[in-house]
């Protein structure tokens, strides 16, 4: 159980520490520097585990490769459209959007997922 709870925290510390909204397969490969023996499956396992817990929030855009993130306020986020890089955006997410949803519907709304896309401004200098 200690084991357990060990490889846990180290992908919550790793993703309390990044901006760079990993995919499962980046989160591995960086944990396995701190926990050598560590497998991809376990990785998964408490990806999944802590997406439960709230810990962990998943981006998940139709057509995209799940990336992941720890849990903090909700904001908005902007895809490159040439190197796939995702960024957090500072901007006040509309939240009331979700009632007037449902009000509207008679859905039950529980989110919503707004995402950006274009060109960072890496790809936007190389472009020019
Ligand atoms: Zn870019
Ligand atoms: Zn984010």
Request: charged share 35%; aromatic share 6%; net charge positive.
């Amino acid at each position: 159980m200690r084991r357990h709870t060990r490889q846990r925290e180290a992908i919550v510390r790793l993703l309390r520490g990044t901006n760079t909204h990993p995919t499962a397969d980046s989160i591995y490969e960086m944990v396995k520097k701190e926990i050598p023996n560590i497998s991809k499956g376990t990785v998964y396992r408490n990806l999944k585990v802590l997406l439960e817990t709230g810990e962990v929030s998943e981006l998940n855009i139709r057509g995209t490769v799940s990336r992941f993130e720890a849990k903090k306020e909700i904001h908005s986020h902007f895809r490159c459209e040439r190197c796939g890089r995702v960024f957090d955006i500072d901007e006040p997410v509309d939240q009331g959007i979700d009632r007037r949803v449902a009000e509207k519907t008679g859905f039950s709304v529980s989110h919503h997922q707004l995402e950006f896309r274009g060109l960072c401004c890496e790809c936007r200098s190389e472009s020019i």
